[in-house]
């Protein structure tokens, strides 16, 4: 295998690593938003029904609650995708330096 070749061989491998890294990362925000999302909501829900059951308001509290928890899973959320965009935003800058760089290197 010539020089040349184990160049481009290794530039797939990191291609192939960056598309998988990707990948994990855009799979990691969905399911962590998810949870931010659900959690709240679920907490809110069983807290209402405890709390309905114990001083009998049916379903008074349980609505409450579970609207106050759906709502902060909701503001979770945003909070999460406005997180994922400016990181998006951060790795594309750098990803242009890193290139700018090689670029000027080689001139």
Do not use: C, H
């Amino acid at each position: 295998m010539t020089q040349k070749s184990k160049k481009i061989s290794k530039d797939n491998k990191q291609e192939e690593v960056n598309v998988l890294a990707e990948s994990l990362w855009g799979l990691s925000f969905v399911l962590n938003f998810g949870f931010m999302i659900l959690v709240p909501t679920l907490i809110g829900l069983w807290l209402g029904l405890t709390l309905d059951n114990k001083f009998d308001t049916k379903p008074w509290l349980t609505v409450a609650l579970l609207v106050i928890g759906t709502t902060l899973g909701f503001l979770g959320g945003i909070y999460q995708v406005k997180r994922y965009i400016k990181n998006i935003q951060e790795r594309e800058e750098s990803i242009k330096k890193l290139k700018q760089g090689k670029v000027n290197n080689k001139k």
